[in-house]
């Protein structure tokens, strides 16, 4: 059987797959896949290994004759789930391996944005690191300091550890429904989405895109954070309105942001928010250390093994299509 794979993988999963006696079929030119040839490359395939790829309904219904598709992500809002169920077909995500490497990027942008350090970076390139200044180049502390996590589930639970470690901070958290395991584990507190935006010095952001979070930090949201409250995405580029964020950081209405996500991606080189002293921007790199990667990888490749025997994937986004 044969599966088609939209980018070049590690080679342990990759092994896995030829050891299940798959023949594997990878794009590696360094660019995605249009729809048309993706609908192209999976004509002859049982299973689809799919990273970075939209799966909509048009490439769903092109497709029916696909047994599973594995993602390389935990998150799946790239994919038409609905269509996907009614056609039976299994979808795999890759959940619980990447919470520490995404949690630690959204440590890493916290405390990078509260010393705006890739502005300062950026300066020293240009020539600009001047005279000593004591009044010159501060940054805010966070010993502390209330964390806010939007969406308080594996990765954000691990963010709280790191920053109650670092920090001593206080954590109090918003989610459509409570944590108390969560709660007992660090402490926090459940606040309705107002106290979280209120009560923050830090807002970071760790929930799942859908319709109810997409564009929910916006002005108004920003207008009833701190001053200097600090806001962390390394969700989804669309849960916050980046021209909103971008006003809101020039008029000085939060302190800063760091982003490991944007909306569209990548980010456009010109866009005015990677010249502000009090933002940092990473290029979607949560979970990408080597360790991650290849766990996120190995969990793909048994999705699809599980797919293309017939049986339960070990981590399956619509457990709907068994009835
Ligand atoms: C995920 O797994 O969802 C990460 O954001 C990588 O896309």
Not at 52 to 59: A, D, H, L, P, R
Not at 142 to 163: D, V, Y
Request: hydrophobic share 40%; net charge negative.
């Amino acid at each position: 059987m044969k599966v088609f794979v939209t980018r070049i993988l590690p080679a342990a999963a990759l092994d896995l797959l030829k050891a299940a006696g798959l023949e594997v079929k990878q794009w590696t030119e360094k660019r995605k896949l249009t729809q048309e040839e993706l609908i192209a490359h999976c004509q002859d395939a049982d299973a689809l290994l799919s990273a970075g790829q939209q799966i909509n309904k048009e490439f769903l219904l092109a497709s029916t004759h696909l047994k599973v598709i594995a993602l390389h992500s935990v998150g799946f809002d790239n994919t038409d789930v609905d269509t996907a169920t009614e056609l039976k077909i299994p979808i795999g995500n890759t959940p619980g391996v990447l919470s520490d490497a995404t949690a630690d990027t959204a440590f890493l942008l916290m405390l990078a944005t509260s010393r705006n350090a890739f502005y300062m970076h950026q300066q020293i390139i240009n020539g600009e690191w001047g005279f000593f200044e004591p009044t010159a180049n501060l940054g805010i502390e966070l010993q502390g300091a209330t964390l806010g996590i939007f969406g308080l589930g594996k990765i954000g639970l691990e963010m709280a550890k790191r920053c109650i470690g670092a920090y001593q901070m206080k954590v109090i958290y918003h989610n459509r429904s409570r944590n108390e395991s969560a709660e007992q584990e660090l402490g926090a507190t459940y606040v309705s989405f107002e106290e979280l935006l209120k009560q923050s010095d830090v807002i970071s952001v760790h929930t799942s895109l859908t319709t109810e979070t997409e564009g929910k930090f916006n002005m108004e949201a920003f207008k009833q954070m701190k001053e200097r409250a600090i806001f962390v995405n390394t969700a989804r580029g669309s849960i916050h309105q980046e021209e909103d964020l971008t006003k809101a950081l020039q008029e000085k209405v939060i302190w800063g942001a760091g982003l490991d996500v944007t909306h569209p991606e990548p980010m456009a080189p010109d866009n005015p928010l990677l010249t502000m002293p009090n933002v940092c921007v990473l290029p979607h790199i949560g979970s990408a250390t080597v360790g991650t990667r290849n766990a996120m990888a190995r969990i793909a490749a048994e999705n699809i093994i599980a797919g293309l025997k017939g049986e339960r994937l070990p981590h399956l986004v619509n457990p709907e299509i068994y009835g």
